[in-house]
T-cell receptor, first 116, second 114 residues
Framework: AQTVTQSQPEMSVQEAETVTLSCTYD???????LFWYKQPPSRQMILVIR??????QNATENRFSVNFQKAAKSFSLKISDSQLGDTAMYFC?????????????FGTGTKLQVIP | KAGVTQTPRYLIKTRGQQVTLSCSPI?????VSWYQQTPGQGLQFLFE???????NKGNFPGRFSGRQFSNSRSEMNVSTLELGDSALYLC?????????????FGPGTRLTVT
């Protein structure tokens, strides 16, 4: 079974600064996908970024980038130039792709507060 | 494209009652998953449906059940409600078991059991 661990329950960052959220996972699969989802207060959960395990290049989406270390099973999210709208719960998630109907496993989340 | 919709958005029920929640996926998405979100347990996977068949199931008692219709819309049912069932129930859709694998979430149904 896969597990996803987010060791930082809460974090804060000053507006315009950079923050990194940590995520580690455990799996025996060789091919899989990793995701970061964002859930703003009382709002819908949305996909921030995804990384395919077979790709060595780290994914980037505007101010959001990941540091994917496959050997270490680490998948951290870096938010640059933090904005007030980045205040949210952030969930790291994993899904295997070895065939069949692989369920998505989520971490417990990191609550990020951006301070003006 | 319209996003994932869930109805109702808020619900208050009494212990012992049953409840049915509805989810309409994004057009073209054939897979629907359900999650229970609570402050203490985080996001817990309930089940996933694809082509009207349950494909995956989480560790929840049999009081939690679901189904999917031919138009991919899904319902989940909770019978004999308990106080601990109070939670935000999220529905997520994706195209299917193949790539792409990301899920798209609905706004959730906030269930309060009194």
């Amino acid at each position: 079974a896969q597990t996803v661990t987010q060791s930082q329950p809460e974090m804060s960052v000053q507006e315009a600064e950079t923050v990194t959220l940590s995520c580690t996972y455990d799996t025996s699969e060789s091919n899989y996908y990793l995701f970061w989802y964002k859930q703003p207060p009382s709002r819908q959960m949305i996909l921030v970024i995804r990384q395919e395990a077979y790709k060595q290049q780290n994914a980037t989406e505007n101010r959001f980038s990941v540091n994917f270390q496959k050997a270490a099973k680490s998948f951290s999210l870096k938010i640059s130039d933090s904005q007030l709208g980045d205040t949210a719960m952030y969930f790291c998630a994993f899904t295997g792709v070895s065939g069949g109907y692989q369920k998505v496993t989520f971490g417990t989340g990191t609550k990020l507060q951006v301070i003006p | 494209k319209a996003g994932v919709t869930q109805t109702p958005r808020y619900l208050i029920k009494t212990r012992g009652q049953q409840v049915t929640l509805s989810c309409s996926p994004i057009s073209g998405h054939r897979s629907v998953s359900w999650y229970q979100q609570t402050p203490g347990q985080g996001l817990q996977f309930l089940f996933e449906y694809f082509s009207e068949t349950q494909r995956n199931k989480g560790n929840f008692p049999g009081r939690f059940s679901g189904r999917q219709f031919s138009n991919s819309r899904s319902e989940m049912n909770v019978s004999t409600l308990e106080l601990g069932d109070s939670a935000l129930y999220l529905c997520a859709s994706r195209e299917g078991p193949g790539s792409p694998y990301e899920q798209y979430f609905g706004p959730g149904t906030r269930l309060t059991v009194t």
